[in-house]
């Protein structure tokens, strides 16, 4: 038999609003070529751990202050024959061996748009504070392959917000979610996904 859809691995480490993103694609048929099989979270009480529990996702902690954190998620892949990654709201930085080890593509959301207020150092709210000091007028998401270098890798999708006269670096987070994030970081997966259905039927892989 044919596998019509490539299994999905979320890491999280907070509220998991783009995994929910991703679930309600996944409900509505926006996201088809891909299931989500397994989230993972590298902190205690990640909420986002409940979101992907009630959707009927199984879902669990490996702590990143554990000396096997990498080794033991690279395993988690192993075992539920994951082939596409994605890093949602997720804060650990991955090393280069666990980049080249897990030999499945990882994609990344930014909320900028890349090269603008990105690599080390540059995340969550931070990236927001950086683009209202700066005073740029549009700002946004960008979902890209993880690679070596942090935010470095290829560009997937982008997709533009406009900076508003009185916004906080809250408000902009939000409007940045709202209109980028949870709209594009689906899209690129159900892309990622195809791709990789199309390929493996060009191979004639068969999975049981
Ligand atoms: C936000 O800071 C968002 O801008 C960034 O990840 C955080 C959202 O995390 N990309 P989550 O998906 O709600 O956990």
Not at 32 to 49: F, M, N, T, W
Not at 159 to 166: E, G, L, T, Y
Request: aromatic share 4%; net charge positive.
């Amino acid at each position: 038999m044919l596998r019509d859809r490539a299994k999905v691995a979320v890491l999280v480490s907070g509220g998991g609003s783009n995994l929910q993103a991703m679930l309600d694609a996944q409900e509505s048929g926006k996201l088809k070529s891909g299931q989500i099989e397994l989230v993972i979270a590298d902190r205690p009480g990640a909420y986002a751990l409940e979101r992907a529990q009630k959707a009927g996702v199984k879902a669990f902690e490996i702590n990143r202050k554990d000396a096997e954190f990498e080794d033991r998620v690279l395993k988690a892949f192993d075992e539920h024959a994951i082939e596409v990654v994605v890093l949602a709201g997720f804060l650990t930085i991955l090393s280069p061996k666990f980049i080249k080890h897990c030999g499945k593509p990882i994609l990344n959301v930014h909320p900028s748009l890349i090269p603008s207020f990105c690599g080390a150092g540059m995340y969550g709210l931070k990236v927001h504070e950086a683009a209202v000091k700066r005073g740029v007028k549009l700002t946004g998401a960008t979902i890209h392959l993880v690679d070596a270098v942090p935010d470095g890798g290829p560009i997937l999708l982008q997709k533009a917000v406009k900076v508003q006269k009185n916004d906080s670096p809250e408000s902009l987070q939000r409007r940045v979610m709202e209109q980028a994030e949870w709209v594009i970081l689906p899209k690129a997966v159900e892309m990622v996904c195809r791709t990789m259905n199309r390929e493996r039927k060009q191979r004639g892989e068969a999975s049981f």
